[in-house]
């Protein structure tokens, strides 16, 4: 008797190599590849995400010979459908933690368990899956640094040994489903990563020659390409953490321990939000519900102004333009300009967290949302409120010369050093078309504390008449 036929269904896992769900379905398994376009996902991906992942299915395709089925349309009704169509005795994922991901996944799994099928769920995007990382009496971590060692003692698989051919791949040509071709990628007025898996190698082997050992101070000199540039083939799993890991094991360095930090951080956040679904869109500590953030008319053009990269404080202004530009801005960048908006202009978080996500082409749920709480300080960090970055400062220290803001703001192509980062003290103010800041820092920091102090006092009188 012939064996049933698998179905592979890619999401989150672009690649062919470390692929647990090939050797899940069994060597040499005919098998269907299978990718979704599902509108619940790609409606709210901002051009730079589609542009990209579209980009990985070509590339995906060509590595399986041509033989990537993609379909349309909710999966829940044609996965089944598909599956139906080729007899096959399961459906092979990696298992998503997201909010929606899971709920859709059980909702596939009734439909197939109706069929008679099973969904078999093999690994994750994650070096360390959600739930696994547990403390001694069994609890899930709610802080950063426990949940690092815990998941460094736990350890990772290593990476699975495959390749296109682990697999016999249907032909999609003869499937009796309605395939749909990988859309055009969109236009997209930015400078954006190459796609695909052996891109993604090409990135990864160039940072470690060039950049790894470094990488502890380097990675928050945004004037200097110190970053890997990883996060967003790890969005895509045109590489998956593991086999970065893998690479990093025989290497000791400070560099190397920063980025397995990095990479703990990642399983982190998705750990939080796999344990607390309503924190992608809700403050993770609901005592924040009650800080008071500003509205009308004056903070929408306060957020326009800082959307746009022309809030008057260069190094704001630079990562902005950046995300404009490239769909990707650096990390510490990224907390600068997170900073400036909850803490400078008192806007909600989740306005900032909601652009990023429209704009980033590495934009994760978990990572994004989790990320802007840490700044805002209403996330997992136990002492959030005296962080408050000063824009200048962050600057001079970072960009010292002035090299990153004079890259993304040419109105200041011919100021140098600490000037950069205080145009407005130059003799003759900034320079034209450069516009002045839109609030006084150090007043607006005292604000900020003000009401995050109103935070906490509540919270510890709650906490004392309870």
Known sequence: MTEAPALIWF?????????????????????????????????????????????????????????????????VDVVPRVAEAIG???????????????????????????????????????????????????????????????????????????????????????????????????????????????????????????????????????????????????????VHPRSLLADLAAKRSDGAQSFRNELAWRDFYADVLDQRPDSAHRNYDRSFDALVTDSGPEADELFAAWREGRTGFPIVDAGMRQLLAEGWMHNRVRMITASFLVKD????????????????????????????????????????????FNPVLQGERFDPDGDYVRRYVPELADVSGKAAHQPWKLPDGPPRGYPAPVVDHKAERAEALERYEAVRAARENMRATS
Request: charged content about 25%; glycine content about 10%; proline content about 7%.
């Open 88 to 238: 096959a005795g399961a459906v092979h994922i990696a298992a998503d933690f997201g909010p929606y991901g899971q709920a859709r996944d059980d909702d596939v799994e009734r439909a197939l368990d109706a069929q008679g099928r099973e969904l078999v769920r093999t690994g994750s995007p994650y070096a360390v899956a959600p739930g696994r990382v547990r403390s001694g009496d069994g609890g899930r971590y709610r802080v950063f640094t426990p949940f690092s060692r815990a998941w460094a003692d736990h350890g990772w698989r290593a990476p699975a040994d495959t390749d296109a051919g682990s697999l016999d791949w249907i032909d999609p040509a003869t499937v009796d489903v309605e395939a749909v071709e990988i859309p055009d990628q969109p236009a997209v007025d930015a400078d954006l990563p190459e796609p695909g898996e052996a891109a993604a190698h090409r990135r990864w082997d160039e940072f470690v020659r060039d950049h790894l050992q470094d990488y502890a101070d380097g990675r928050d000199r945004p004037d200097r390409p110190g970053t890997s540039r990883m996060s967003v083939y790890l969005k895509y799993g045109c």
């Open 11 to 75: 999401r989150r896992d672009l690649r062919v190599a470390d692929q647990p769900t090939f050797l899940a379905a069994g060597q040499d398994t005919r098998a269907l590849a299978l990718f979704v376009l599902d509108p619940r996902l790609l409606e709210p991906s901002g051009a730079a995400r589609r542009w990209f992942l579209y980009g990985c299915l070509r590339d995906l395709g060509e590595s399986l010979g041509g033989r990537l089925l993609v379909v349309q349309g909710d999966p």
């Open 345 to 388: 202009l008192h806007l909600p978080w989740w306005w900032g967290a909601r652009h990023f996500m429209s704009r980033l082409v590495d934009g994760d749920l978990a990572s994004n949302q989790h990320g802007w709480q840490w700044v805002a300080g209403s996330g997992t960090d136990a002492a959030p409120y005296f962080r408050v």
